[in-house]
């Protein structure tokens, strides 16, 4: 399923599907939890998944104690909505993301 992008403002549509992809994810590791205990949750996206990881970082959909972003970028509007994790951003100078990461380390450094 695909649930973001980076050329503009999420749409309400996008905005749902997004919240719904994170409440599922809640209750699948709220499972998890029930089975084998509380241990520290990370987060890599990469990719399509980066933008993912981007939404869940920016928006505080759910809590992880780091999250790493691999050759992703923004997805607008791109601010902070609650506690954030500790992020760690990724790319290479041959990476065609690169442009993109790099607006989005700008934009995160905006927000602090």
């Known amino acids: 399923m695909w649930i973001c992008g980076s050329d503009g403002p999420a749409s309400s549509s996008t905005t749902t599907q997004v919240w719904r992809a994170s409440h599922a994810w809640s209750a699948s590791l709220a499972e998890a939890e029930k089975r084998i205990?509380?241990?520290p949750r990370y987060l890599l996206g990469f990719s399509n998944g980066a933008y993912f990881a981007t939404l869940i970082a920016t928006r505080a959909l759910l809590s992880f104690e780091a999250i790493a972003i691999v050759s992703?970028?923004?997805v607008q509007p791109t601010r902070a909505l609650?506690?954030?994790?500790?992020l760690l951003l990724v790319t290479a100078d041959d990476d065609g993301a690169?442009?993109?990461m790099?607006?989005?380390e700008s934009e995160l450094k905006r927000e602090a």
């Not at 609650?82 to 500790?86: D, E, I, Q, V």
């Open 37 to 39: 205990g509380k241990v």
């Open 72 to 74: 992703g970028g923004p």
């Open 82 to 86: 609650g506690p954030k994790a500790p």
């Open 98 to 100: 690169q442009p993109e």
């Open 102 to 104: 790099l607006r989005l």
